[in-house]
């Protein structure tokens, strides 16, 4: 089982630039989420979805746009890059959104913007 | 939202039982509790989960309080691979549900 693939891994962009991370699942769950983690610290929801054609805003959702089009994927698209946007992503999906079940993480992208 | 207190490092011998506590005293009936961990240069991993009675499962044991204001993770016997930053997190059923927020963790250090 691949689990949660996440690509690229890497990425540089210059400011202004705009991107598209990418997340994919083969366990067939419905929920899928969006975090970033800056240096040192925890993670921060930017955005999730329940399902296919279903988002929501997380924490920090500004200056990201996520769409659900199928159930495998869940992409993250940068608008117009900005060094505060330099972090690590980590894409996560669990079977439903109920409670009892555990979030599965893919293994990030870290992006630089300079 | 339910949020949780837990301190920011403690550290451990190797091969002796680790206690990870955790503070969540406006828990709702209704959430889960669950406990994350991440390696170095890793994306978090699923660690072990409960609602009421304490759980056990390969990795680890959960300890929850019979008021479920506060639970501890329980690590048998450290190994220096257990060295990560652990996170125990809320998992709501209500409107926010999709939202599961992560604090900052407990970094575990563990020493040979």
């Known amino acids: 089982n691949a689990g949660v693939t996440q690509t690229p891994k890497f990425q540089v962009l210059k400011t202004g630039q705009s991107m598209t991370l990418q997340c994919a699942q083969d366990m067939n769950h419905e929920y899928m989420s969006w975090y970033r983690q800056d240096p040192g610290m925890g993670l921060r929801l930017i955005h999730y979805s329940v399902g296919a054609g279903i988002t929501d805003q997380g924490e920090v959702p500004n200056g990201y746009n996520v769409s659900r089009s199928t159930t495998e994927d869940f992409p993250l698209r940068l608008l117009s890059a900005a060094p505060s946007q330099t972090s690590v992503y980590f894409c996560a999906s669990s079977r439903t959104l109920t409670a009892n079940y555990g979030y599965t993480f893919g293994s990030g992208t870290r992006l630089t913007v300079v | 939202d339910a949020k949780t207190t837990q301190p920011n490092s403690m550290e451990s011998n190797e091969e002796e039982p680790v206690h990870l506590p955790c503070n969540h005293s406006t828990i709702s009936g209704t959430d889960y509790i669950h406990w994350y961990r991440q390696l170095p240069s890793q994306g978090p991993e699923y660690v072990i989960h409960g609602l009421t009675s304490n759980v056990n499962n390969r990795m680890a044991s959960l300890a929850i309080a019979e008021d479920r204001k506060s639970s501890t993770l329980i690590l048998h016997r450290a190994t220096l691979r257990d060295a990560a930053v652990y996170y125990c997190?809320?998992?709501?059923?209500?409107?926010?549900?999709?939202?599961?927020?992560f604090g900052d963790g407990t970094t575990l250090t563990v020493k040979p």
């Open positions: 997190i809320l998992r709501v059923i209500n409107t926010n549900a999709g939202k599961s927020t």
